[in-house]
């Protein structure tokens, strides 16, 4: 029988003036929002930004703020939490079972759900932070898996014309960490809808890293809760799952986007980089679509002389003791303070190698 879960108790009050946002961002950064509200049913989030865009105000919508930089200054405007509750198990024949899950759910919860349920799918998306409600804008992807690859369908509203309507997956124009959602404000994603398999199997294991961690060959599976437990190994190790007591976490976690370069391109900057490295360097490249190659951000990092650790401005950011790619907060920084290090780490890299990197994470009132 379908089911859902009770709803998480609301510990933020509904409706508040000059919140500071470094309270609900994981790099703990952000001034204040000039209004916040928090929605905790679909019609009322519904009706929370129509309410906004009938106004003309400024609206920032606000998940799990795992992959926000918020400036200094805040957000002159009103900001909408998502804290929309409900999970919803359906079958769909043929070993195949859709999970249907509001935005506002946490997304790791709902992993370790449905890897206790019996089914698999998600369990390589374990430790991700954040709210379900990213996970098709940034069509979130981890250790060999996207989401676009168990995505069958989101309900959105268009905020031009203030319907609700559901959306196949291959309308979303899913892509390497991008889909038609991310980079504009037209549509807010109030859930999602994905097809996963019964019988307690993993997907087939592609990511030669976690291949080994669990000794078996690439394209097998394994127990899904096997996966599960691997990758939040792995997380950890990378400083990658949300710990308080850890600052290497106090991240956005990946800072930079994987590089996709044409054959072109590609050519002249492994060029590049045998002048700066010797000819003899092996430079770890991965399939980034036809005609296309991705190169590995954070071996680009540390090639160009930034070490894990590395301190930005008065100390007070780094990148990660433990992975290059993320850029943290060590107490008492500012958002600039993050940005002015973020900066010397991508003209450091465009000066090696001619390679330009592009931030992950959402930048709000704030560039690089």
């Not at 019609?43 to 998940?63: I, K």
């Not at 024949?93 to 370790?112: K, P, R």
Request: proline share 5%.
């Amino acid at each position: 029988m379908p089911r859902r879960l009770p709803l998480t108790p609301v510990t933020t009050p509904l409706s508040s003036t000059h919140v500071r946002l470094a309270e609900h961002t994981t790099l703990r950064l952000g001034g204040p929002a000039t209004r916040f509200e928090r929605a905790t049913t679909a019609a009322d989030l519904v009706e929370a930004v129509r309410a906004v865009d009938a106004s003309g105000e400024p609206l920032l919508l606000l998940g799990g703020g795992s992959n926000l930089v918020v400036s200094d200054a805040g957000f002159t405007g009103t900001v909408v939490q998502v804290g929309t509750r409900g999970r919803r198990l359906d079958p769909l024949g043929d070993g195949l079972v859709q999970l249907t899950v509001e935005a506002g759910e946490d997304w790791d919860s709902v992993v370790a759900e449905a890897v206790s349920q019996g089914l698999g799918g998600l369990e390589c998306l374990s430790g991700v932070p954040g709210l379900v409600g990213a996970t098709p804008v940034q069509n979130v992807g981890a250790y060999g898996v996207e989401i676009s690859q168990v995505l069958t369908s989101v309900d959105l509203l268009d905020r031009r014309t203030g319907r609700v309507h559901q959306v196949p997956a291959h309308d979303l124009g899913l892509a390497y960490r991008t889909s038609v959602l991310k980079g504009t404000d037209r549509a807010v994603v109030l859930r999602a809808r994905f097809a996963l398999t019964s019988g307690g199997q993993s997907a087939p294991i592609r990511y030669a890293e976690l291949a080994r961690v669990l000794g078996v060959s690439q394209g097998d599976r394994v127990p899904a809760d096997a996966a599960r437990k691997a990758v939040l190994e792995l997380r950890r190790g990378k400083g990658m799952v949300l710990d308080p007591a850890d600052h290497d976490t106090w991240s956005a976690g990946s800072f930079f986007t994987n590089p996709v370069l044409d054959a072109s391109t590609l050519a002249g900057v492994l060029i590049r980089i045998a002048e700066r490295l010797g000819r003899h360097v092996e430079v770890p490249t991965y399939p980034g679509g036809p005609g296309a190659s991705k190169l590995s951000a954070a071996w680009l990092i540390e090639r160009a002389g930034f070490t894990r650790g590395h301190r930005g401005p008065g100390g007070r950011v780094a990148l990660s003791s433990k992975h290059t790619l993320a850029l943290t907060n060590r107490g008492g920084a500012s958002t600039e303070d993050l940005l002015d290090l973020a900066r010397e780490v991508r003209d450091g890299v465009r000066a090696a190698f001619g390679v330009e990197l592009h931030p992950e994470p959402v930048l709000v009132n704030c560039e690089l």
